[in-house]
Nanobody
Framework: QVQLVESGGGLVQAGGSLRLSCAAS???????????MAWYRQGPGKQRELVAS???????NYVDSAKGRFTISRDNGKNTVYLQMNALKPDDTAVYYC??????????WGKGTLVTVSS
């Protein structure tokens, strides 16, 4: 079993910044080496969308609305992925979910962390 735990969400004013973190944990007998990591979000009344992804080689991809404002990064030694969010807008308000994929364990999701951006 692999658990993903997000942190760093909260309430921020428009123009502010937040840094989300997501750490994977597993029993010592479980081998977990994620190849891809990503952040998704689901805003009020909206479908879940991919915000940013990063491969184990460091290749990144962003949704157009996040380009230039958000930065995804990872620490492979800690099985942790980060999302630095700058210049936040009210439209960024959503529950942000961490996602990791490994060949051995498949897809794994966190439970989400709420980001609220006030105008």
């Amino acid at each position: 079993q692999v658990q993903l735990v997000e942190s760093g969400g909260g309430l921020v004013q428009a123009g502010g910044s937040l840094r989300l973190s997501c750490a994977a944990s597993a029993a010592s007998s479980v081998i977990f080496t994620p190849t891809s990591m990503a952040w998704y979000r689901q805003g009020p009344g909206k479908q879940r969308e991919l915000v940013a992804s990063i491969t184990n080689g460091g290749y990144t991809n962003y949704v157009d609305s996040a380009k230039g404002r958000f930065t995804i990064s990872r620490d492979n030694g800690k099985n942790t992925v980060y999302l630095q969010m700058n210049a936040l807008k009210p439209d960024d308000t959503a529950v942000y979910y961490c996602w990791m994929y490994s060949v051995r364990r498949g897809q794994n999701w966190g439970k989400g962390t709420l980001v609220t951006v006030s105008s």
